[in-house]
Nanobody, 118 residues
Framework: QVQLEESGGGSVQAGGSLKLSCAVS????????MGWFRQAPGKEREGVAT???????NYAESVKGRFTISEDNAKNSLYLEMNSLKPEDTAVYYC????????????WGRGTQVTVSS
């Protein structure tokens, strides 16, 4: 059974930093995509950043230059380092994973709250 669990959320002031972690267990495919998504109150969930098993990364325009996605395969962990946080970054952040070839991310964590105050 594939399980993902996020941690590292919290409350910070604008301009501050947070690092989110996602621990993955039970995943057996060697090729995959992993990503961070977020959902703010009253808004649809949006993609923040993704990383492929070949190391390539993609970022939403709104976070480019501020957020960095990375992974530690030895620890089966995914990370999102967030700098220069803005109030509009406030959301529940989710990590997700899928095998290459799947149309949608099929494995999700429960989310961690990030609140940025002005």
């Amino acid at each position: 059974q594939v399980q993902l669990e996020e941690s590292g959320g919290g409350s910070v002031q604008a301009g501050g930093s947070l690092k989110l972690s996602c621990a993955v267990s039970g995943y057996r495919y060697s090729k995959y995509s992993m990503g961070w998504f977020r959902q703010a109150p009253g808004k649809e969930r949006e993609g923040v950043a993704t990383i492929e098993s070949n190391g390539s990364t993609n970022y939403a325009e709104s976070v480019k230059g501020r957020f960095t996605i990375s992974e530690d395969n030895a620890k089966n962990s995914l990370y999102l380092e967030m700098n220069s946080l803005k109030p509009e970054d406030t959301a529940v952040y989710y990590c997700a994973k899928k095998p290459v070839g799947w149309a949608d991310f099929g494995y999700w964590g429960r989310g961690t709250q990030v609140t940025v105050s002005s």
